[in-house]
């Protein structure tokens, strides 16, 4: 069967898809779509930008690539990245871990900025994308029919109601309206203890290119200090606290500047922001209903450590927009929305299962837990085997969707599990493509992978399947196949011609005449015989959410 012929403008609904939420994972969400071309309409229930606090402060290798794409370059270029992570127990350094040079990749594998100017950044793209943020419309109800969703809002000047295709509710924690009326669970656990959170400007010397953890400290007792340093001298500094801790009265009693002094010294400073925070491990039981979607804290809490909150909200918005608008292009049936939350919701809950072993770590709810905790950073202290063993948080990384239902499974490339921390897996079905350089004949200025993946579906052919076949002819005829799949966007490029200086051949170590299926969202759908052109319109399908039954013939 052959696939549907795309629509028609005429044919293509002109309702935006609505973006519930002006925080880091709606602003992005919003302008993928809007890079993508679809209309959207972004709402916020806040009066206007409350641009004060680092909150979110770490943000991944392949996050700062999604909004390089959308033109936010200044995120990666303004961000601090650390060298060193120190870890100390009771006064005594474990261990110190050195990052490689930032400088031997084209991108740091993260980079510390505050989450304000991360906002105004991606608030500057919106604008000149000319895409619509209404504020002060606080969303009070949501319903959806066969054909679009209806968000009722309150604003100043009385109540709203707004149409679009479809929602992608990005409200945060506190967005409980919409999973109430979508009838979503949001159950998990809440942590006692409370984490003081303060910013300080100061001059900590070669603090600046560390972050520090310390495990009860005695300045701390029994608690944990994590300090992150931050551009424009800036220090974020994350004291663990009882749970009835009470900022007020610490800081007019002058404790809060006894902690910093404790930590810092006579070393002058000033407060920029500081906060009190809860944290939660919640994950809602359905990331889709129907036309609407849930992404970020919304849909998912997790504790901070290992910066596992605002990256996979970011991820969120990346796999929703690229599905949102193949389906609205119609490229894809609305089956395809149905693997976001499949694959949104196994990430989600592996960054559940992930932060939640930091925390009960860091935070031990019973004695025995207590007493591992103090045995572990005891051992450390002389015996280096105990190190992987002592769990401050392990740094975001992208997820893996191996087992969706998207990828085609390749017995010759099986995902090897989760790898050591620090390390990304090899290469296989389901896994982001590592970025390389490379250039391109057609498309001068193109330099780096991965923005060329992000434009459609790309297949990467290798060499020909023996010496006596022609190269480009395999490409032509393997580009052939894929577009008699899909109307979609496809790009059919061939190693040998792009990858010049041999990094990316050397990262896939392609077999003779395989091609790599490679996503929107840059994960490897497929690695197929390149020969077989029923097997290559057979995975391009998969990876656009057709049903199994829906075989393709030539």
């Given at each position: 069967m052959r696939p549907p012929a795309p629509r028609t403008p005429a044919e293509t609904t002109a309702d935006p898809v609505l973006v519930l939420g002006a925080g880091p994972v709606g602003q992005t969400a919003a302008l993928l779509l809007a890079r993508r071309g679809v209309p959207v309409l972004v709402v916020d229930g806040r009066p206007e930008r409350d641009a004060v606090g680092s909150k979110a402060i770490c943000q991944q290798r392949d996050v700062l690539d999604v909004w390089d794409w959308l033109g936010g370059h200044a995120i990666?270029?303004?961000?601090?990245?650390?060298?060193?992570?120190?870890?100390?127990?009771?006064?005594?350094?474990?261990?110190?871990?050195?990052?490689?040079?930032?400088?031997?990749?084209?991108?740091?594998?993260?980079?510390?900025?505050?989450?304000?100017?991360?906002?105004?950044?991606?608030?500057?793209?919106?604008?000149?994308?000319?895409?619509?943020?209404?504020?002060?419309?606080?969303?009070?109800?949501?319903?959806?029919?066969?054909?679009?969703?209806?968000?009722?809002?309150?604003?100043?000047?009385?109540?709203?109601?707004?149409?679009?295709?479809?929602?992608?509710?990005?409200?945060?924690?506190?967005?409980?309206?919409?999973?109430?009326?979508?009838?979503?669970?949001?159950?998990?656990?809440?942590?006692?203890?409370?984490?003081?959170?303060?910013?300080?400007?100061?001059?900590?010397?070669?603090?600046?290119?560390?972050?520090?953890?310390?495990?009860?400290?005695?300045?701390?007792?029994?608690?944990?200090?994590?300090?992150?340093?931050?551009?424009?001298?800036?220090?974020?500094?994350?004291?663990?606290?009882?749970?009835?801790?009470?900022?007020?009265?610490?800081?007019?009693?002058?404790?809060?500047?006894?902690?910093?002094?404790?930590?810092?010294?006579?070393?002058?400073?000033?407060?920029?922001?500081?906060?009190?925070?809860?944290?939660?491990?919640?994950?809602?039981?359905?990331?889709?209903?129907?036309?609407?979607?849930?992404?970020?804290?919304?849909?998912?809490?997790?504790?901070?450590?290992?910066?596992?909150?605002?990256?996979?909200?970011?991820?969120?918005?990346?796999?929703?927009?690229?599905?949102?608008a193949y389906v609205r292009n119609g490229w894809a049936g609305e089956e395809l929305l149905e693997s976001y939350h499949t694959e949104r919701h196994a990430a989600a809950l592996e960054n559940a299962d992930v932060t939640s072993a930091t925390m009960r770590f860091l935070v031990p709810q019973d004695d025995a837990a207590r007493e591992r905790r103090v045995s572990v950073l005891e051992r450390a202290l002389t015996d280096a085997a105990a190190h992987p063993h002592v769990d401050s948080g392990r740094l975001a990384e992208p997820f893996w969707y191996t087992g969706s239902a998207l990828t085609t499974a390749c017995p010759e490339r099986p995902f090897g599990g989760r790898p050591p921390r620090g390390r990304a897996p090899d290469p296989c079905p389901g896994v982001i493509l590592p970025d390389a350089p490379v250039t391109v004949a057609d498309r001068p200025g193109t330099t780096r992978l991965r923005p060329l993946l992000r434009e459609g579906l790309t297949l990467l052919v290798g060499t020909g399947p023996d010496t006596g076949t022609d190269r480009e002819a395999l490409r032509r005829a393997v580009h052939t196949a894929a577009t008699e799949a899909t109307p979609a966007p496809v790009t059919t490029l061939r190693l040998d011609e792009i990858d010049t200086t041999g990094a990316l051949r050397r990262a896939l170590a392609p077999e003779p005449g395989q091609v790599w299926l490679v996503r929107p969202d840059a994960h490897v759908a497929a690695v197929v015989a390149g020969t077989d052109a029923d097997t290559v319109r057979r995975a391009v399908r998969t990876a656009l959410g057709h049903p199994a039954a829906d075989t393709v013939s030539a």
């Open positions: 990666a270029a303004e961000g601090l990245t650390w060298d060193t992570a120190r870890t100390f127990y009771r006064g005594h350094e474990l261990f110190s871990v050195r990052l490689p040079d930032p400088g031997a990749s084209s991108r740091p594998s993260f980079v510390n900025i505050s989450q304000s100017r991360t906002e105004e950044v991606l608030d500057d793209l919106l604008a000149r994308a000319g895409v619509a943020v209404h504020w002060g419309h606080e969303v009070t109800g949501i319903d959806q029919d066969a054909d679009g969703v209806t968000v009722e809002c309150d604003t100043p000047q009385g109540p709203v109601r707004l149409r679009g295709s479809h929602a992608l509710s990005c409200m945060g924690a506190h967005g409980g309206v919409v999973r109430r009326a979508l009838g979503l669970d949001f159950s998990g656990t809440s942590f006692d203890d409370r984490f003081l959170i303060c910013d300080i400007r100061a001059d900590l010397g070669d603090w600046a290119r560390e972050r520090r953890f310390y495990f009860d400290p005695e300045w701390n007792p029994g608690r944990q200090v994590l300090i992150h340093p931050c551009p424009d001298s800036v220090f974020r500094i994350d004291w663990q606290v009882p749970s009835d801790f009470d900022l007020e009265t610490e800081e007019s009693s002058g404790r809060l500047d006894a902690r910093i002094r404790q930590i810092i010294g006579d070393t002058p400073y000033e407060i920029v922001w500081h906060s009190v925070y809860r944290f939660h491990t919640r994950v809602t039981d359905r990331m889709r209903s129907g036309r609407i979607l849930l992404a970020g804290d919304n849909a998912h809490l997790v504790a901070p450590f290992g910066a596992r909150g605002l990256n996979s909200g970011v991820q969120d918005a990346e796999n929703a927009a690229w599905k949102l």
